[in-house]
């Protein structure tokens, strides 16, 4: 970068506007958008007024493709964390989406924690078999 000095008359100062931390999400977006802040999910939270899970699971939504998508809300799959755990599942590519707790002594199956509903499993089994079909 040059000195003020070195510059020609009417060429624009080197160092940008005059900024400040954003207040309201709008600006904070504007202003990871031109380079003078870096992206955060804890700031991004704390200007929307949202929990900073609300951001994750967004992104997590946001990964779910637009038919499947689609089916789970026919389906009245609507829950945030719902959603967000299909698209876990859908990222780790696992055939169960579930974990099974075993007893420690026999290690007989002591419960088994589902993290998707049924409904929400029916409405992705409708829409791979619509996509094999297609």
């Known amino acids: 970068m040059t000195d003020d000095f070195d510059r020609l008359p009417g060429e624009p100062l080197q160092h940008g ?7 309201t999400f709008e600006e904070y977006v504007r202003n990871v958008r031109e380079g003078l802040e870096a992206y955060s999910d804890r700031r991004a939270a704390r200007l929307l007024g949202w929990p900073r899970i609300a951001i994750y699971r967004a992104k997590l939504m946001a990964e779910l493709p637009e038919p499947l998508f689609e089916a789970l809300m026919d389906a009245d799959v609507l829950s945030a964390k719902a959603l967000a755990q299909v698209a876990l599942a859908q990222r780790r590519d696992v055939p169960y989406a579930h974990d099974d707790e075993y007893c420690p002594h026999c290690d007989g199956l002591l419960r088994r924690r589902r993290h998707i509903s049924k409904k929400a499993a029916a409405a992705i089994v409708k829409t791979l078999v619509d996509e094999t079909a297609a």
């Open 17 to 23: 506007r005059n900024w400040s931390p954003a207040t």
